[in-house]
T-cell receptor, first 116, second 112 residues
């Protein structure tokens, strides 16, 4: 079945540091890939997505590139802010048997804390 | 901007009681989902719903669970007889294209 593996957390950075959160996946076919963010006390918000190989998703300074050859979708940001402190989830929507109703498979989440 | 809403935000119930969690998806969306997140664990898929019927469900979604879209706007998740292990955050999501899903803020369920 489909699975998503994220780097172990938590991740603690100083403001303006470079962020990478690793994500790799296992899926049949050509899944769509997503990063969701969960701020403290809130629900899941879509951060960015990519639907085919070599696509780059970007939003709010965050980027991730769909790498089929390494089955990866690593999240990066050049300069983090305190307000980026949240839990980040990598996820995929796969295709099974030619049919998909959009079931999301999530990674375990990575807690990011940014200090001033 | 349209958003998915969920009520209640918190629910405390006794083991064995029935609970109904409510969601109002984004109005032009056709695909609806429930997920749950047990504290400290992954977000897990429960069920997807399209065209007034369940399209896919996980192993977690056993006979104790049911979903309904009673009136064209609400989307509910019912747990018939709650167990301690049902304590979790339950998220509703909806999608126009079955690809990009938009999540509600969640209902935190505590079973005592």
């Amino acid at each position: 079945g489909n699975s998503v593996t994220q780097m172990e957390g938590p991740v603690t950075l100083s403001e303006e540091a470079f962020l990478t959160i690793n994500c790799t996946y296992t899926a049949t076919g050509y899944p769509s890939l997503f990063w969701y963010v969960q701020y403290p006390g809130e629900g899941l918000q879509l951060l960015l997505k990519a639907t085919k190989a070599d696509d780059k998703g970007s939003n709010k300074g965050f980027e991730a590139t769909y790498r089929k050859e390494t089955t990866s979708f690593h999240l990066e940001k050049g300069s983090v802010q305190v307000s980026d402190s949240a839990v980040y989830f990598c996820a995929l929507v796969g295709v099974a048997g030619g049919t998909s109703y959009g079931k999301l498979t999530f990674g375990q989440g990575t807690i990011l804390t940014v200090h001033p | 901007e349209p958003e998915v809403t969920q009520t209640p935000s918190h629910q405390v119930t006794q083991m064995g009681q029935e609970v109904i969690l409510r969601c109002v998806p984004i109005s032009n969306h056709l695909y609806f989902y429930w997920y749950r997140q047990i504290l400290g664990q992954k977000v897990e898929f429960l069920v997807s719903f399209y065209n007034n019927e369940i399209s896919e469900k996980s192993e977690i979604f056993d006979d104790q669970f049911s979903v309904e879209r009673p009136d064209g706007s609400n989307f509910t998740l019912k747990i018939r007889s709650t167990k301690l292990e049902d304590s979790a955050m339950y998220f509703c999501a909806s999608s126009e294209t079955k690809e990009t899903q938009y999540f509600g803020p969640g209902t935190r369920l505590l079973v005592l």
